[in-house]
């Protein structure tokens, strides 16, 4: 097995996620297998129990995982399907120690970071690295690592030196080290600052490893100067000082690693290049390309609890982009949070709650996402109505369709007081309800998770239409809540739905409104299955949707011009 690690350096957030998958892309690009793992040093087992204000989006996997966003970016990137085994963290190491400890397989011994903790991750790593990851059998030829936080983090330490003691036990022509880093740029000098990237480098060579390619991160294209003093002071050859600077979508990166010969570099590192074929990224050209040249943008008002970080539905942000390309639009999102939308908030923050209402009826189509708690339910709700009166397309994904299912239950069959019991306890009506196997006393793991199968009740339906399936459908799923199994023959006689169940026929996976021209809801989460070559079909539905509207609109508004230039 080859390891390509990803490390950082100076600041967190500089892309080390994207750079990883991008390299991954140009690998792949050259023939090769590749897979991915990210470590997260922090004690969490998982991203699960984590608030999206803290950590972005839990991505979730096939088998279940609630992992980082940046596995994400990996299954996107790389159209690959990871487990939850490609996500390391400092939980996980722990616990499997502490296990094994437990049990008595140390044989007495005093347990310790090192050598125990420093074996379980090398073990781990290896042992994950020949799963196979992209449908086909056998091992891949290169696994990508990246390191989470920053080099020079306490929680890191003990991963750190794991990674020194693969290096070495590996040989050099199986390992690559490519350590991404910012050059930053002060506004009164206006020069490229080399100075935290030395330090950073130099940091990282005292913990025992050397990088092998470094990533430079900044605004503007490095000036070869640049280039030259990082070589000199950080011990790399200026071949292989890579830059990736600000570019117009994220889609470019790999091709503009490709175009500073990144992949040579790393094929030469892991004595690759008689295995490997030249990069053919046509279709990420094409891709990178399309999007650039989009004129026509449609306004998606996305209503939810986060709007804060976006980065809590970077999932769902993809998915809108990749369907938008799709369909020719540029996507144009108006962060709604829901809150503002409610009947308090004209009286709190007047100006909010105006510009809030502006938004939401000025934008083609409105979708609410998933969420917890009832903070904003209340606008979520009101954003439903809104869409289902008048005829604006709407997507609910698993809290956005339960929504649905309150708003209909109130404004439809006249029960005032519908509610989930997530949000009211003690309702008279309730229409979304706990699932009996769920854990009250536990967070961690405890959802329905990951891949499950949805049939579908009729070919006669939107789903299925875009689906292209008249039997099921397989999507990731992340709740606690379902819709209330007894009061679907009430909501169904009064014009909702339910297109999709689960394989039991009892929990409700589907619902639309046979009256509406686009008000799909779903208890799944279809964005984590999107691709750039393969956008959601939910997502591209409410993209076919509204270009029909779109059309008929400009279709009405001809007429009218034409009537009236007859007339006068």
Known sequence: MKYVLISGGVVSGLGKGVTASSIGVVLK????????????????????????????????????????????????????????????????????VLEKERKGDYLGKTV??????????????????????DGKEGPADVCVIELGGTVGDIESMPFIEALRQLSFQVGP??????????????????????????????????????????????????????KEKL????????ENILNIHDVPNIWHIPLLLRNQNAHHSILQQLNLLNQATPPDLQQWTEMAETFDSLTESVRIAMVGKYVGLTDSYL????????????????????????????????????????????????????????GFGDRGVRGMMLAAKYARENNVPYLGICLGMQISVIEFARSVLGWEKANSVEFDAQTPNPVVIFMPEGSRTHMGSTMRLGSRRTLLQTSDCITSKLY?????????????????????????????????????????????????????????????????????????????????????????????????????
């Open 29 to 96: 690009a050259c023939g090769l297998r590749v897979t991915s793992i990210k470590i997260d040093p922090y004690l969490n087992i998982d991203a699960g129990t984590m608030s999206p204000f803290e950590h972005g989006e839990v991505f979730v996997l096939d088998d279940g995982g609630e992992v980082d966003l940046d596995l994400g970016n990996y299954e996107r990137f790389l159209d690959v399907t990871l487990t939850k085994d490609n996500n390391i963290t400092t939980g996980k190491i722990y616990q499997s």
């Open 112 to 133: 310790q970071v090192v050598p125990h903790i420093t074996d379980a991750i090398k073990d781990w790593i290896e042992s994950v690295a020949v799963i196979p990851v």
């Open 173 to 226: 022509d199986n390992f690559c080290l490519i350590h991404v880093s910012l050059i930053p740029v002060l506004g009164v000098v206006g020069e490229q600052k080399t100075k935290p990237t030395q330090h950073s480098v130099r940091e990282l060579r005292a913990l025992g490893l050397t990088p092998h390619l470094l990533t430079s991160r900044s605004a503007e294209p490095l000036l070869e100067s640049t």
């Open 231 to 238: 070589s000199k002071f950080c011990h790399v050859p200026i």
């Open 315 to 370: 999932s769902v942000v993809k998915a809108l982009l990749h369907a938008c390309v799709a369909r020719s639009f540029k996507p144009s999102i108006d962060w709604i949070a829901a809150s503002d939308l409610e009947d308090e908030s004209a009286k709190s923050t007047p100006e909010a709650h105006a510009a809030a209402w502006t938004t939401l009826k000025s934008a083609d189509c409105v979708l609410v996402p998933g």
């Open 468 to 568: 292209g399936s008249s039997e099921y459908v397989d999507e990731r799923h992340r709740h606690r809540y379902e819709v209330n199994p007894d009061v679907i023959g009430t909501l169904e006689e009064a014009g909702l739905q339910f297109v999709g169940k689960d394989e039991s026929g009892k929990r409700m996976e589907i619902l639309e409104l046979p009256s509406h021209p686009f008000y799909v809801g779903v208890q799944f989460h279809p964005e984590f299955k999107s691709r750039p070559a393969r956008p959601s079909a939910l997502f591209l539905g409410t993209g076919y949707s509204l270009t029909r509207l779109l059309y008929l609109k400009d279709h009405i508004m001809n007429e009218l011009k034409s009537y009236f230039h007859h007339l006068f």
